[in-house]
């Protein structure tokens, strides 16, 4: 797979969770994918997801920044967005906030394998 092809598998990625799509996130992600280093499978990611809109109504993930160098993708993605209660730790309680995660993605036979990821939670903090 060229550069530009991940890439426009990454932003279809992108766009099946803005959708909520639960059913073709294994287009995506492979089944034993691997999250910070937690062997979660597909099952657990698609839980998490879950579990993060339903704390996040509003969550919806903009892509700031993309690098595609296959068989990995590094992103920057930007949230704008209203948690419900408790949210990293901290007591958000429905307070807007604006923050960015910075995440790598390793791709294997076309799906996410392994995902790397970081919450600016200090973003967070700065603005409650």
């Given at each position: 797979?060229?550069?530009?092809?991940?890439?426009?598998?990454?932003?279809?990625?992108?766009?099946?969770?803005?959708?909520?799509?639960?059913?073709?996130?294994?287009?995506?992600v492979?089944?034993?994918?691997?999250?910070?280093?937690?062997?979660?499978?597909?099952?657990?990611?698609?839980?998490?997801l879950?579990?993060?809109?339903?704390?996040?109504?509003?969550?919806?993930?903009?892509?700031?920044?993309?690098?595609?160098?296959?068989?990995?993708?590094?992103?920057?993605?930007?949230?704008?967005?209203?948690?419900?209660?408790?949210?990293?730790?901290?007591?958000?309680?429905?307070?807007?906030?604006?923050?960015?995660?910075?995440?790598?993605?390793?791709?294997?036979?076309?799906?996410?394998?392994?995902?790397?990821?970081?919450?600016?939670?200090?973003a967070?903090?700065?603005?409650?």
């Open positions: 797979m060229t550069g530009p092809e991940l890439a426009d598998l990454y932003r279809a990625y992108i766009a099946c969770l803005n959708a909520q799509d639960w059913q073709r996130l294994g287009q995506y492979g089944e034993g994918v691997v999250h910070n280093g937690r062997p979660i499978g597909l099952t657990g990611y698609r839980e998490m879950v579990r993060d809109f339903s704390e996040i109504p509003d969550l919806s993930f903009h892509i700031h920044l993309l690098l595609s160098d296959p068989p990995m993708i590094g992103s920057r993605l930007v949230f704008d967005c209203m948690p419900k209660g408790k949210f990293l730790g901290l007591d958000v309680d429905g307070r807007r906030v604006r923050f960015t995660e910075n995440v790598f993605y390793q791709f294997r036979d076309g799906r996410i394998v392994e995902v790397w990821s970081v919450i600016d939670k200090a967070i903090e700065a603005q409650l």
